[in-house]
């Protein structure tokens, strides 16, 4: 089985512009959460799709957004581009069983705003 | 406010030895917790698990150890081999609105083992 495939892998943007991520997750998992990972701050929870709707968020600003296709595929936009925005993103399928089922990661895009 | 806390950002151990990883959190609604290993240029692997109904997991070289009342887990790799270099995160889990769930993961400890 195919794991989470996450494109692109690596993004140089400028301040000011918006940038959109993709990720399309494991076979027959339906929900799609996306992190946040910078140097020394661990993984932070931005939000999480099931079903296309979205079902949790983190304290990121709006300019963070998301959606969720009916293939469960998963886009993360982020507009009007920071230089703090510069980070590791991760997205993340499970089948969303409810409790205690485990998130599959894939490796991220790299995100480097100058 | 860290809900979840990884103390150590690296640990060194020998081959062979015991690797102990330490993760505390704050927050009393959190009843499921995880830990994932990260190789560089990688997503976070899912490694063990464990429900806040149980205080030890086992899994192979890995168990978890969970304290309920002093709000600590703890990952024991043993015997810990070079391969098991890598970040390891901590997490944990509650229901939130509408059934879902959202992992909130500690800063991560570097575990190098030494050959």
């Known amino acids: 089985k195919a794991g989470v495939t996450q494109t692109p892998r690596y993004l140089i943007k400028t301040r000011g512009q918006q940038v959109t991520l993709s990720c399309s997750p494991i076979?027959?998992?339906?929900?799609v959460s996306w992190y946040q990972q910078t140097p020394g701050q661990g993984l932070q929870f931005l939000f999480e799709y099931f079903s296309e709707t979205q079902r949790n968020k983190g304290n990121f600003p709006g300019r963070f957004s998301g959606r969720q296709f009916s293939n469960s595929r998963s886009e993360m936009n982020v507009s009007t581009l920071e230089l703090g925005d510069s980070a590791l993103y991760l997205c993340?399928?499970?089948?969303?069983?409810?409790?205690?089922?485990?998130?599959?990661f894939g490796p991220g895009t790299r995100l480097t705003v100058t | 406010d860290q809900q979840v806390k990884q103390n150590s950002p690296s640990l060194s151990v020998q081959e062979g030895r015991i690797s102990i990883l330490n993760c505390d959190y704050t927050n009393s609604m959190f009843d499921y917790f995880l830990w994932y290993k990260k190789y560089p240029a990688e997503g976070p692997t899912f490694l063990i698990s464990?429900?806040?109904?149980?205080d030890k997991n086992e899994d192979g070289r890995f168990t978890v150890f969970l304290n309920k009342s002093a709000k600590h887990l703890s990952l024991h790799i043993v015997p810990s081999q070079p391969g098991d270099s890598a970040v390891y995160f901590c997490?944990?889990?509650?229901?939130?609105?509408?059934?879902?769930?959202?992992?909130?993961f500690g800063s991560g400890t570097q575990l190098t083992v030494l050959p």
């Open positions: 993340a399928s499970s089948l969303a069983r409810g409790r205690g089922d485990e998130q599959y």
């Open positions: 997490a944990a889990s509650a229901i939130s609105s509408g059934s879902a769930r959202q992992l909130t």
């Open positions: 076979s027959g998992h339906r929900s």
């Open positions: 464990i429900s806040s109904i149980k």
